[in-house]
């Protein structure tokens, strides 16, 4: 189980690059693409639901350097702050991830876009290494629920 812990952190640290790269993508990507007659990046919409991602992304990021501060300093009494890393990062990045594929309209569901390799991989987080249920779990009896 301790090998697990390095595992859930690789994971959740990778969903913190994966999201904050699909976000800068999706970005710049809605900054050329059109929607009645302007960029869709134009849109209110667009830029609040960007800025909320990058908040939480940042969030993220926090949560995963403060569990492998953590995971550095005490490898085996880590496992709640990576625990709570991979859940909120895993269940974070199937939200940013689907955001930015739905601003690519019909190309985000095209192969030949990262967005829609990004959307298939992303869903390995809240599966592989323990689910987010699983997650939940651990961090219940952690806690002494």
């Not at 809605?30 to 991602?53: D, Y």
């Not at 908040?55 to 949560?63: F, K, S």
């Amino acid at each position: 189980m301790t090998n697990f812990q390095g595992e859930r952190l690789v994971a959740a640290q990778g969903c913190v690059a994966g999201m904050d790269m699909a976000v800068r993508e999706a970005m710049r990507y809605g900054s050329e693409r059109k929607a009645f007659g302007r960029p869709v990046m134009k849109f209110q919409v667009w830029k609040h639901k960007m800025a909320e991602h990058l908040t939480a992304i940042e969030a993220a990021r926090r949560l995963c350097y403060f569990a492998t501060d953590r995971f550095n300093k005490f490898p085996m009494g880590a496992t709640r702050e990576i625990t709570m890393a991979k859940l909120f990062a895993g269940d974070l990045a199937q939200k940013v991830i689907y955001d930015c594929q739905q601003l690519y309209g019909g190309f985000g569901y095209v192969t030949e876009y990262p967005i829609s390799r990004a959307w298939t991989d992303i869903r390995l987080i809240t599966i592989g290494g323990g689910t987010s249920e699983i997650m939940k779990e651990i961090l219940v009896k952690l806690e002494g629920m």
